[in-house]
């Protein structure tokens, strides 16, 4: 199947300072990539969904000035959560999509981030 | 909108043993796609089976089939000579043929456990 890469793995910061997420699909190209956000022993809950080229669409309730994502090109998304807060530590995971209706998802292995 | 539904929040299952794991959802679209994932301690997302809801036969996917019931609206994953590896939360999703920015809408999980 269809690999899907995130970077960092985990990451740590400090309240107040920005960190950025990448998703990459290494084997194919990704026309649609999303976000989620999953807190432990819970669903994943879509955050947006961004095509490569567009701003992303965000779901409700989601800070979009807060979780800034760019779709620069066909294999790369990007999450910058500014101005980190302790209550934005969490696991979020990406996922890629080649567009096709009913297409499946390919899910990055996740990035824990937790914020001091 | 859609919903799904995961009544059971946990089971257990010796290993070897058979053990099924359900699944109900609410859509007023007649064609559309469900899919089961698997969510390992590892927390990398994926793929078990999937069912094209316009097909009557039900998936199978070596010890994994689903029966689908289209006009009860249910989806449960059967699990056959259940192993260790296969202890992990589960996740029932549903999505719609609508094109590239369909999104996954998600149960809330079950979590799995095979005891040795």
């Known amino acids: ?116 | 909108a859609q919903t799904v539904t995961q009544s059971q929040p946990e089971m257990s299952v010796q290993e070897a043993e058979t053990v099924t794991l359900s699944c109900t959802y609410d859509t007023s679209e007649n064609n559309y796609y469900l899919f089961w994932y698997k969510q390992p301690p590892s927390r990398q997302m994926i793929l078990v089976i999937r069912q094209e809801a316009y097909k009557q036969q039900n998936a199978t996917e070596n010890r994994f089939s689903v029966n689908f019931q289209k006009a009860a609206k249910s989806f449960s994953l059967k699990i056959s000579d259940s192993q260790l590896g296969d202890t992990a939360m589960y996740f029932c999703a549903f999505i719609p043929p609508t094109g590239a920015n369909s999104k996954l809408t998600f149960g809330k999980g079950i979590t799995l456990s095979v005891r040795p």
């Open chain 1, 1 to 116: 199947g269809a690999v899907v890469s995130q970077h960092p793995s985990w990451v740590i910061c400090k309240s107040g300072t920005s960190v950025k997420i990448e998703c990459r699909s290494l084997d194919f190209q990704a026309t649609t990539m999303f976000w989620y956000r999953q807190f432990p022993k819970q669903s994943l809950m879509l955050m947006a969904t961004s095509n490569e080229g567009s701003k992303a669409t965000y779901e409700q309730g989601v800070e979009k000035d807060k979780f800034l994502i760019n779709h620069a090109s066909l294999t790369l998304s990007t999450l910058t959560v500014t101005s980190a807060h302790p209550e934005d530590s969490s696991f979020y995971i990406c996922s890629a999509s080649a567009g096709l209706a009913g297409d499946e998802q390919f899910f990055g292995p996740g990035t824990r981030l937790t914020v001091l």
